[in-house]
């Protein structure tokens, strides 16, 4: 059973930054899976923030986040990162990790908020 364990979250001032993790246990699965990055706000949908290919590290991002938000991840930690830079208050939300086989593409995955496994949520709060 493969476990995703998100971590980083926090309250930030509007313009702030935050990194958040996305580590996992019972071994190597960067080499497999895509990892994405979602987030809910309360009373809306779960929404696709950013996702990185298995295969060749691309990566994909919603129009909302563009030039703000940074994907990326570290095969020797078993770990993918959200850096987030410039946060503002409608990034709050609860942002979790999801890990899904690569017959998806990182858009699709986004888009479709597909995910064979799920961590449990870090909250972030943008607020002044």
């Known amino acids: 059973q493969l476990q995703l364990v998100e971590s980083g979250g926090g309250l930030v001032q509007p313009g702030g930054s935050l990194t958040l993790s996305c580590a996992h246990s019972g071994g190597s699965i960067l080499d497999y899976y895509s990892i994405g990055w979602f987030r809910q706000a309360p009373g809306k949908e779960r929404e696709g923030v950013s996702c990185?290919?298995?295969?060749?590290?691309?990566?994909y991002y919603a129009d909302s986040v563009k030039g703000r938000f940074t994907i990326s991840r570290s095969k020797l930690k078993n770990t993918v990162y959200l850096q987030m830079n410039n946060l503002k208050p409608e990034d709050t939300a609860v942002y979790y990790c999801?890990?899904?086989?690569?017959?998806?593409?990182?858009?699709?995955?986004?888009?479709?908020?597909?995910?064979?496994?799920w961590g449990q949520g870090t909250q972030v709060t943008v607020s002044s």
């Open positions: 999801a890990a899904e086989g690569p017959q998806y593409s990182v858009q699709a995955m986004c888009a479709l908020n597909l995910g064979e496994y």
């Open positions: 990185i290919s298995s295969s060749d590290g691309r990566t």
